[in-house]
C-alpha cells in the first residue's frame, strides 16, 4: 500500500539532479584542460553537433539532442562537456609524468583544431598541473610560472594545496596547479572543477566591468 501522496511530476527527475554533474577522478600525478565559452542560442545546434562528431570518431555515442552534459574517453583523455545557464565547459583530463609541468598539455592530445573549432567565444581557458608532492618555492615559481608572482593557499581542509599567477600565459591558457596532500582521485577531480569554474564565474563576473567603466564619468557628472 502506497504510504504517499502522488508524486509530483518532476520529484524524481529533480531528485536526481544532484547527480547529474559528477566529477571525473583524476590520479597524481595528472593534468587536466579546461575551457568555457560564451555560446549564443542560436549555435546551440552547432555545438552539439561538433561535439557529436568528436565522439562518433573515437567510437562514443554521441550526446542527445537534449542532453546539458556528457563525458567519456576520448583516445587517452576523459572529456566533460557542460552546458551551463551562461556558458559553456569542456574539461579534459589525464594522467602525466611529473618532470614535465605544463609540457604537452591535455589540450593538445585533442585532434588539431577540434578544440579552436569550438563555437562561442572564450571565457576563460586554464591548464592544471596534479603534483604528488609540493615543488619547491624557486622550482615552482620558475618552473611551473614562469617567473612570474605566485598566489597559493590550502584547500579542501588540508588536503592540497593550490597555486596560480592569475595570468594568461602565451599559449592562451591560464595555470593552476593542484598539489596532493592526501586526495582520493574523485576528491582531486572535485577540487580541479571547483577551481577551474572559480575563474570561469570570476571572468563572467567582470563581464559588465568594461561597461561599468565606460559609464563611469556620465555617472559622476
Not at 168 to 194: E, K, N, S, W
Amino acid at each position: 500500500m502506497r504510504l504517499l501522496p502522488p508524486d509530483l511530476p518532476e520529484r524524481v527527475a529533480l531528485s536526481l539532479e544532484v547527480h547529474a554533474r559528477p566529477s571525473e577522478p583524476l590520479a597524481a600525478p595528472g593534468r587536466a584542460s579546461y575551457l568555457a565559452v560564451l555560446v549564443d542560442a542560436d549555435e546551440r545546434g552547432r555545438e552539439l553537433a561538433h561535439l557529436s562528431r568528436l565522439c562518433r570518431s573515437h567510437g562514443q555515442p554521441a550526446p542527445a539532442d537534449d542532453a546539458v552534459h556528457w563525458s567519456g574517453a576520448i583516445g587517452g583523455l576523459r572529456l566533460k562537456w557542460e552546458r551551463h545557464g551562461e556558458f559553456s565547459s569542456y574539461t579534459l583530463l589525464m594522467s602525466a609524468r611529473a618532470d614535465r609541468p605544463f609540457d604537452d598539455p591535455a589540450a593538445a592530445q585533442l585532434q588539431p583544431g577540434w578544440l579552436s573549432g569550438v563555437p562561442g567565444l572564450t571565457v576563460y581557458a586554464g591548464h592544471a598541473e596534479l603534483l604528488s608532492a609540493a615543488p619547491t618555492p624557486a622550482a615552482l615559481q620558475q618552473d611551473f610560472f614562469a617567473g612570474h608572482a605566485v598566489v597559493g593557499s590550502e584547500v579542501g581542509d588540508g588536503a592540497g594545496l593550490a597555486y596560480s599567477d592569475f595570468l594568461i600565459h602565451a599559449d592562451g591558457f591560464g595555470r593552476l596547479v593542484l598539489v596532493d596532500q592526501g586526495f582520493t582521485p574523485l576528491m582531486a577531480g572535485r577540487m580541479l572543477q571547483r577551481l577551474f569554474e572559480i575563474e570561469a564565474y570570476r571572468m563572467m563576473a567582470l563581464l559588465a566591468f568594461p561597461v561599468a567603466r565606460r559609464l563611469a564619468p556620465r555617472i559622476l557628472a
